[in-house]
């Protein structure tokens, strides 16, 4: 049963009022895995129980990426045993009772710690040693995967552009029906459709403006 709301529980031991990163998890992610992990440590982190229970569509509107990004970032995540998926729960929520997805932030201090003192594996990390992206890391190895991550950021880029045009298109007075940004990315480039975005994306009319100037080209 598949259920897009999500149910966080911080067990990191992190102090109240505050959200916490350790430097491993910025420096062996992308952006969006970071801004992810942020997000969810801070739900998590938020109230007396430590749970909480954001939507995928809110934690897309948070990070401006589609579902798709979302879950291959959350998959990501739940991979190197930064969260854990505890299963689902029965949880009530403002539309009832609801069985939802139950998460758990895990506690990497120790690997943060010997990691940036030096500790094993600090040294293979730095040499920019590849290792097979589909074998995930042993508890307390460092891995850095390049090529992977490159393509990675290659992916989430794709997908922001492609919700950057969708949230434009349903902003209009009059969005327009069936509308398909990826049709637009895969024909145009990633590139070319965001620098487009920046130039018509502050403009008074400037959806349609950017849709004539696409047909111009």
């Known amino acids: 049963m598949t259920n897009n709301n999500l149910s966080l529980e911080d067990g990191s031991g992190d102090k109240d009022f505050f959200t916490i990163v350790p430097n491993y998890i910025l420096n062996h992610s992308t952006a969006v895995d970071q801004a992810l992990y942020l997000q969810m440590k801070r739900l998590a982190g938020d109230g007396k129980k430590d749970y909480c229970y954001p939507s995928f569509n809110y934690l897309g509107k948070q990070l401006h990426i589609g579902e798709k990004a979302l879950k291959k970032s959350l998959e990501y995540l739940i991979f190197h045993k ?19 997805n139950a998460y758990r932030i895990n506690n990497i201090w120790r690997l943060n710690t010997d990691y940036y003192k030096g500790g094993a594996g600090s040294d293979y990390l730095e040499k920019g040693a590849l290792k097979d992206p589909k074998v995930a890391p042993k508890d307390g190895e460092v891995v850095l995967v390049v090529e992977a991550k490159q393509e990675r950021n290659k992916e989430l880029k794709k997908e922001q552009v492609i919700f950057s045009l969708k949230d ?8 327009i029906p069936d509308f398909k940004p990826e049709n637009i990315v895969n024909k145009h480039g990633v590139e070319k459709i965001e ?9 008074n009319g400037g959806f349609s403006k950017f849709l004539q100037a696409l047909k111009g080209q």
């Open 168 to 175: 434009w298109n349903e902003r209009q007075p009059s969005p």
């Open 82 to 100: 930064w969260i854990e998926n505890l299963g689902p729960r029965r949880v009530h929520t403002a539309g009832g009772m609801q069985w939802v």
């Open 195 to 203: 620098g487009l975005v920046k130039i018509y994306g502050k403009m």
